[in-house]
């Protein structure tokens, strides 16, 4: 699934949220112009059971951008960022994204 876009330990490698790209890495995909990449972010400590956040950044060659913020929960719905709400992408973009956290690219 991965495309060889994996982070590296360049201090300008930095996630839409400013932390480096190696944090919290699962891997990534691509489509049309677009490279995805998603990250664990750590979980919600207040909620029982544990509950893991995702970020998933978008690079069309503007820098990473975030695309789209989900838990593992099923209750909870994605929170995408406003220019790609109701894109039609959004369906196929949470598959691979379920995809990559059932089998993380961390080799």
């Given amino acids: ?10 201090p300008y490698n930095l996630r ?12 990534d995909f691509r489509r049309g112009p677009a490279t995805f990449t998603l990250y664990s972010i750590g979980s919600h400590p ?3 059971p544990k509950i893991i956040e995702y970020l998933l950044d978008v690079e069309d060659g ?3 951008r975030e695309c789209c913020r989900f ?5 909870d719905v994605p929170e995408w960022a406003p220019a790609w709400r109701r894109d039609q992408w959004c369906p196929w973009i949470l598959e691979q994204c379920r995809a990559l956290i059932a089998e993380p690219d961390t080799a």
Avoid: H
């Avoid at 699934?1 to 360049?10: A, K, S, W």
């Avoid at 839409?16 to 891997?27: A, E, F, I, M, N």
């Avoid at 838990?71 to 209750?75: I, Q």
């Fill in 62 to 64: 503007a820098g990473a």
């Fill in 71 to 75: 838990t593992d929960d099923a209750e």
């Fill in 1 to 10: 699934m991965g495309n060889g876009v994996r982070p590296d330990n360049d």
């Fill in 16 to 27: 839409s949220d400013g932390k480096p790209g190696v944090d919290g890495y699962l891997g």
């Fill in 46 to 48: 207040a909620r029982k």
